[in-house]
């Protein structure tokens, strides 16, 4: 182990962020390329490009999962994380260099199907970024105590990588998207290739034994339904509506919708009734059902943001050229991502210390909706815009932060990997809920600012459930 892993320095969490650094450049080069490319060059439908999205969250159930409780399992060169962290960053990058030869690759296999490519290749970069990102999560609770230190390495992880995310949005602002993906495909390399050689994991993970489970009862199908229960109205949802636009069915009326919605409550009303307070594994996975529920639905809010951003662009700006296009939709993700790159480890992690951690996540909820608000009344200049994109990343700040800390408590450790996959069906479902269902309620709306409308309600509804979750650690240094 070397010294500035042993005495836990900045060098060392800062080095400790660049593998999910590498994932999120790439993640971030994807949002602020994908649409526009899809949009621009080969002319696809607002619910098209959804579609392609769907490939996001489809590879995030297979990947997170699957690579997580491999993960933490198995151990070979020298890591239990760091082969998938290498694997994962070098597919990324090749399918990084795909992205802007969607047409090359179509055309140099005969075929004449843009939107099955586009998907093909969107999924194979989302699987990659998949199979890295539980791993580079994974790794940091695995090196780091329970408590501030852990909240210390999510908050580094955040602002290290949302640093180089506004940088990606920065050179697609200032160039052009197409220097940003070869840019990102460098950087990809290195960062989530080097890093990993200079982390020492630890060989054995302490374990939390419940005598009640057999071997074969702790990664059961079973155990792994109802540690994820809060989220089975969004699972079953996401199958009906996937298997409708698969078979190219359209429905008129928001039936499933409502189902949904009505599910969803009763499901959270039975997780928030459940017992948390103990420090037995009954507790801790009680716990990680609240987590989940809470945090779904402001993925609700956000990956709208991130999908739908450039097609409202276009449809109250519509005299911008497509390269301009880009560009404000590079500079709103930008502002965005600036604000979530700062207050992480100058701001959040503070007043976590101070506060705790569920209270300051529910009120950077909070500013988000209110700045999703403002963004449906009066988002209708790119200034304006990008000054509203500043708020709603105070929220954006916190997510991509202080949940990481917070679940990880929650999360026996010799299941971080599986577990942490698992707290990603949080992220995933409600995505695939995006991209199948309200991306027809969206190009069916004359008026797109219908975005922000549905973005407020799902933050406001994440923001208030965050309040029935324990801190189990109140964070003091």
């Known amino acids: 182990m070397l010294a500035f892993q042993k005495h836990k320095t900045r060098a060392f969490f800062a080095l400790l962020s660049l593998p999910a650094t590498a994932m999120g450049f790439a993640l971030s080069t994807q949002i602020a390329a994908l649409s526009w490319i899809l949009t621009t060059q080969y002319d696809l439908e607002i619910h098209d490009v959804g579609l392609v999205w769907a490939a996001g969250p489809l590879a995030g159930i297979l990947g997170q999962v699957i690579i997580g409780l491999i993960s933490d399992k198995v151990w070979f060169w020298n890591g239990r994380r760091r082969p998938f962290i290498l694997i994962g960053g070098v597919i990324a990058a090749l399918m990084l260099l795909a992205l802007p030869n969607i047409g090359v690759i179509s055309g140099a296999m005969g075929l004449d199907a843009i939107l099955g490519v586009a998907i093909a290749v969107a999924l194979s970069l989302d699987l990659a970024i998949n199979v890295s990102f539980n791993p580079t999560r994974s790794i940091i609770a695995d090196v780091t105590d329970e408590g501030a230190e852990r909240t210390r390495g999510y908050a580094w992880m955040q602002t290290v990588s949302g640093s180089f995310g506004v940088l990606a949005y920065a050179i697609g602002a200032v160039f052009n998207n197409y220097v940003l993906i070869y840019f990102a495909v460098a950087l990809v390399l290195v960062f989530s290739v080097l890093p990993p050689f200079f982390v020492t994991e630890p060989?054995?993970?302490?374990?939390?034994?419940?005598?009640?489970?057999?071997?074969?009862?702790?990664?059961?199908?079973?155990?792994?339904?109802?540690?994820?229960?809060?989220?089975?109205?969004?699972?079953?949802?996401?199958?009906?509506?996937?298997?409708?636009?698969?078979?190219?069915?359209?429905?008129?009326?928001?039936?499933?919708?409502?189902?949904?919605?009505?599910?969803?409550?009763?499901?959270?009303?039975?997780?928030?009734?459940?017992?948390?307070?103990?420090?037995?594994?009954?507790?801790?996975?009680?716990?990680?059902?609240?987590?989940?529920?809470?945090?779904?639905?402001?993925?609700?809010?956000?990956?709208?943001t991130l999908v739908f951003l450039v097609p409202y662009i276009r449809s109250v700006l519509p005299d911008l050229n497509d390269i301009d296009l880009g560009r404000v939709g590079s500079m709103s993700y930008l502002v965005f991502n600036a604000v979530s790159a700062l207050l992480p480890v100058l701001v959040l992690a503070p007043l976590a210390v101070r506060h705790g951690r569920i209270v300051v996540h529910a009120a950077c909820l909070w500013i988000m909706a209110a700045g999703y608000v403002a963004l449906y009344f009066f988002g209708t200049s790119a200034s304006m815009i990008y000054l509203l994109m500043a708020v709603i990343g105070v929220g954006w700040a916190a997510i991509v932060s202080l949940p990481f800390a917070i679940v990880s408590q929650k999360i026996r450790k010799e299941k971080m990997g599986l577990y942490m996959g698992l707290f990603n069906l949080s992220v995933v479902l409600p995505q695939l809920v995006v991209t199948a269902g309200i991306s027809l309620i969206i190009s069916r709306a004359p008026d797109k600012s219908i975005i922000f409308a549905i973005s407020a309600l799902a933050m406001a509804a994440s923001a208030f459930t965050w309040h029935f979750v324990k801190d189990d650690l109140p964070e003091h240094d």
Request: glycine share 6%; net charge negative.
């Open 203 to 304: 060989r054995e993970l302490e374990e939390l034994v419940d005598s009640k489970e057999t071997a074969a009862q702790q990664n059961s199908a079973g155990q792994v339904l109802m540690a994820i229960r809060p989220l089975w109205g969004f699972l079953v949802y996401d199958i009906y509506a996937m298997t409708l636009r698969v078979a190219g069915v359209e429905v008129e009326n928001y039936y499933a919708e409502i189902a949904l919605l009505v599910v969803t409550v009763v499901l959270f009303l039975l997780t928030f009734a459940e017992r948390d307070d103990g420090g037995d594994v009954a507790s801790k996975d009680a716990g990680f059902r609240k987590v989940l529920a809470a945090h779904s639905f402001s993925w609700v809010g956000v990956f709208i």
